[in-house]
């Protein structure tokens, strides 16, 4: 017997699914009634879809499949963050973090799984880089998420930051998929302001995303203003050398006029000069910027050690005194490997 082989439903837009409805000599209306079912109401299975007749709900069975994720583990840690290790329907595994403060909670949520670049610091790197998210897959972090936010903070999710496993713009026409889906009324309506991309800074793309006129907003991960040492510790930089990136970056800001926020951890002798601090400024100059000083976390070997205080406070006066803003970034759930750059499957 002919087997046929099933659809994943939720790769389809509404009009494909209200298409296939009229294939089938049905209503056009079942297809906005499905689609709300898969995406308003996280639907997992279409024996769920109690508003639909049983034979329209075998009909989807023997066509299609509804993929989802699992939240395979949670941890929660003393400061409140909460790490999900999140099963994808072929059974690789990505991670997604809950960020709360007082007023807030943030989702942090991966893009792929492993990462195609090869950022020295970063746990993430050390994966293979297997395959990149479904918009679905992007989605569903997001709802795992505020469902929890919901269950343990009794507030929905407010903020999203692309800053999980993978580079996102690696993977751009997805990301720009699930947060079409999360901003839209039919998703999670979410303002896109309330969204970062974070990116380790692809040029092409950057140029691309201003093109597209996304409305959410951009963060870079900088680490250096000064090719030579970011090369050493983010290598794909000899390819996107921080000419092209800052290019493409005035491109983003003419068009957007939208700030760019940098993020960027200073390392014991590696990027705590005062040459290094002035050559941040001389980089951001060129268009409102903020610098994010992040609390790093060292990974397994400790070959990367936060920088002293001392260095710090230089960056920061550094920053100030050129009217650049500056926050200072305390890492949050470092006891169970989900601040950033420590993500990396352990929990698997
Ligand atoms: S820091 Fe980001 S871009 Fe760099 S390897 Fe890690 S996940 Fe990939």
Redesign the pocket.
């Known amino acids: 017997m002919e087997t046929i082989k099933k659809k994943d439903i939720r790769a389809l837009t509404k009009e494909q699914i209200r298409a296939f409805f009229v294939a089938q000599g049905d209503k056009a209306f079942r297809g906005n009634q499905v689609y709300e079912w898969l995406w308003q109401k996280g639907a997992h299975s279409f024996e769920a879809m109690t508003n639909l007749s049983k034979e329209t709900r075998h009909q989807l069975d023997t066509n299609f499949v509804i993929n989802h994720i699992k939240v395979d583990q949670m941890q929660r840690s003393s400061d409140g963050t909460i790490k999900n290790a999140v099963q994808l329907h072929d059974g690789l595994i990505v991670e997604s973090v809950l960020i709360p403060t007082k007023t807030r909670t943030t989702a942090c949520v991966s893009s792929q799984v492993g990462?195609?670049?090869?950022?020295r610091?970063?746990?993430?790197?050390r994966l293979k880089r297997m395959r990149n998210l479904n918009p679905d897959e992007i989605y569903d972090q997001v709802v795992a998420i505020d469902n929890e936010s919901r269950l343990y903070f009794d507030r929905k999710l407010s903020n999203i930051v692309f800053?999980?496993?993978?580079?996102p713009l690696m993977n751009y026409n997805n990301v720009l998929k699930a947060i079409d889906k999360i901003t839209s009324p039919e998703g999670l309506a979410m303002s896109p302001k309330r969204i970062i991309v974070s990116?380790?800074g692809v040029p092409k793309m950057i140029k691309k995303m201003a093109d597209d006129e996304v409305k959410f907003k951009l963060a870079v991960?900088l680490h250096s203003a000064i090719d030579e040492i970011r090369t050493s510790i983010?290598p794909f930089n000899a390819t996107f050398p921080l000419k092209d990136l800052r290019e493409a970056l005035q491109y983003w800001y003419s068009k957007t006029k939208s700030r760019i926020t940098y993020e960027y951890v200073v390392w014991d002798g590696i990027n705590d000069t005062q040459n290094d601090a002035n050559a941040l400024v001389e980089f951001c100059r060129f268009a409102p910027s903020k610098v994010n000083l992040i609390e790093y976390n060292p990974i397994d070997d400790g070959e990367f050690q936060q920088a002293s205080n001392k260095a710090i406070d230089m960056y920061v006066t550094t920053l100030e005194r050129s009217g650049i803003t500056v926050t200072v970034r305390r890492s949050r759930g470092k006891d169970i490997d989900a601040a950033c750059?420590q993500?990396a499957n352990k929990s698997n």
Not at 115 to 119: A, E, Q
Not at 121 to 125: D, G
């Open positions: 990462c195609s670049l090869d950022c610091f970063c746990a993430t790197s800053m999980g496993m993978g580079e990116t380790s991960s983010m750059g993500l």
